[in-house]
């Protein structure tokens, strides 16, 4: 056991379907073909690519087809010991408006939305989890965000750390995502993409491939403070 060395990583992916204002939703482009991409890239030792899920850019209409999306990778690994779970989660939403990628650090425990949902939904400062309290209830990743950052950054990327992932879609499934990650043991991080307009599908794919290349893997099999 001692010489097997520690148990792969196993990242699975999330990307979104168009919504309003957003007829082409660059997160699902990359999602769909991200395992193509990674197959003729190759992936790094240690790292493999689970699932790739595109999801409805909904919110508690869509929450049954999320948590079993979730709970997939956890049933996976059901006869695995629980030492061995080395599961991370990694979501991407798009922001219109952007014009660098961002990292998202934390969650609220709020829904306002904007413009309602693609299953015509628009909360206003509704709790997303009620029993977990209030809206100004923060969930934090436990990964290191502003370390990944830098890591990105010094690849050439135009990428920052941010601590507001909205309230729309996005954060709504992040504070799930985050919650469901604290219960059974896995991690989760959400990151922001530009419009294919503002920085180019090949551009963002590589960003992709990096973030599971020198982020994910290299962060998270090197830092023993995650203890995952």
């Known amino acids: 056991m001692g ?9 699975h992916v999330t990307g979104f379907k168009k919504f309003h204002g957003v007829s082409e939703n660059p997160t699902e482009t990359i999602v769909s073909n991200l395992k193509e991409y990674m197959k003729k890239k190759g992936m790094p030792k240690g790292c493999i690519l689970g699932s790739c899920n595109v999801l409805e850019t909904a919110g508690q209409g869509a929450l049954a087809a999320l948590y079993q999306t979730l709970q997939s990778a956890i ?3 059901d006869s695995d010991s629980p030492n061995s779970r080395r599961i991370v989660w990694l979501h991407f939403g798009v922001n219109s408006g952007a014009t660098r990628f961002a990292i998202e650090q934390q969650a609220f425990n709020e829904a306002t939305f904007r413009c309602p949902d693609e299953l015509g939904w628009k909360p206003q400062k509704v709790p997303i989890v009620p029993t977990d309290g209030e809206i100004t209830r923060v969930r934090e990743t436990t990964l290191p965000v502003e370390e990944m950052t830098k890591t990105l950054a010094k690849k050439g990327y135009e990428v920052l750390t941010s601590n507001d992932a909205g309230r729309f879609v996005c954060n709504y499934v992040y504070y799930h995502s985050l919650r469901f990650a604290e219960q059974n043991g896995t991690k989760s991080l959400f990151v922001h993409v530009p419009l294919f307009l503002t920085i180019d599908e090949e551009t963002q794919m ?3 491939a990096s973030l599971l290349e020198f982020a994910l893997l290299r962060l998270i099999c090197g830092c023993q403070m995650l203890k995952i």
């Not at 010489?3 to 990242?11: C, L, N, Q, R």
Request: glycine residues 6%; charged residues 20%; without cysteine.
């Open 3 to 11: 010489s097997e060395g520690p148990p792969a990583v196993t990242i």
């Open 75 to 77: 049933s996976e690994k």
């Open 206 to 208: 590589q960003f992709a």
